[in-house]
């Protein structure tokens, strides 16, 4: 009989528990109250977004990839994580107010949620927009891509679903665009390693790098959803336009 009320008791909890998580998985994918963008809760977005973040990066930790991917698909379809999509591209950014080759500089609030209503990960890319910007100390130019509102989007969107996967497997001592790290922490990595025994420190460069990497061993390594690396291979194979060119 103990035994009995010891089972009913564990499925109990079990079902509590499960229902706990499809009423989260419910309202972080359905459409919110809010009719208006000033309106919006940005406490309860981020901490739902950090929420289902960290079981994206536990699953990873412990390798299973499953339960990864059905939490990735959870986030890219996600009300919340298109909110917080759009905000960081559309507010937060320091490229902001930077059009792609759809003239748009910037998305005044009364838009913003209709911005929100057209996010999917479909599969298909426009062509970025190619400015010229002086290397730093040099007068000799380099080429940068500005993506269209919408892509920046898309990208910022499919980026809180495949960052936390990556996150719980990169090496701990990398440290660019990485989210909670920065310079400081690379110098001071780099004086730890130092400080008992002189090393040797070696910069290079690959040159070209980005225009000649193989996008078949990329998207091979990111082993992803089908439909994720169908919308990555657009972006890498969306091209650019070069208005300074036409111009000419």
């Known amino acids: 009989m103990d035994t009995d009320m010891l089972t009913a008791t564990l499925l109990y909890g079990m079902f509590i528990l499960l229902s706990k998580v499809n009423k989260s998985n419910m309202e972080i994918t359905s459409k919110s109250e809010w009719n208006n963008w000033d309106e919006i809760d940005w406490v309860k977005v981020d901490s739902r977004i950090f929420k289902l973040q960290k079981r994206i990066y536990r699953a990873s930790q412990t390798e299973d990839y499953k339960l990864v991917h059905k939490l990735q698909k959870l986030m890219v379809k996600s009300w919340y ?33 209709s911005l929100v209503n057209q996010l999917a990960i479909d599969g298909i890319a426009n062509p970025t927009r190619r400015v010229w910007i002086p290397k730093p100390g040099k007068k000799e130019m380099r080429p940068l891509g500005i ?11 499919l980026k809180l679903a495949l960052e936390p996967e990556w996150e719980a497997r990169f090496e701990p001592n990398s440290f660019g665009f990485r989210p909670g790290r920065s310079c400081h922490d690379a110098l001071t990595a780099i004086k730890d390693s130092i400080r008992y025994k002189p090393k040797f420190v070696l910069d290079a460069d690959i040159s070209k790098c980005f225009d000649n990497i193989n996008h078949d061993s990329l998207l091979t390594k990111i082993n992803t959803l089908p439909y994720f690396r169908k919308q990555i291979n657009s972006w890498l194979k969306s091209g650019v336009i070069d208005f300074s060119i036409m111009g000419r």
């Open 81 to 113: 994580g298109k909110l917080l999509a759009v905000r960081k591209v559309t507010q937060e950014n320091k490229g902001k107010v930077t059009a792609g080759i759809d003239g748009i500089k910037s998305v005044p609030s009364s838009k913003r949620l």
């Open 147 to 157: 993506p269209t509102i919408l892509d920046r989007a898309k990208q910022t969107l």
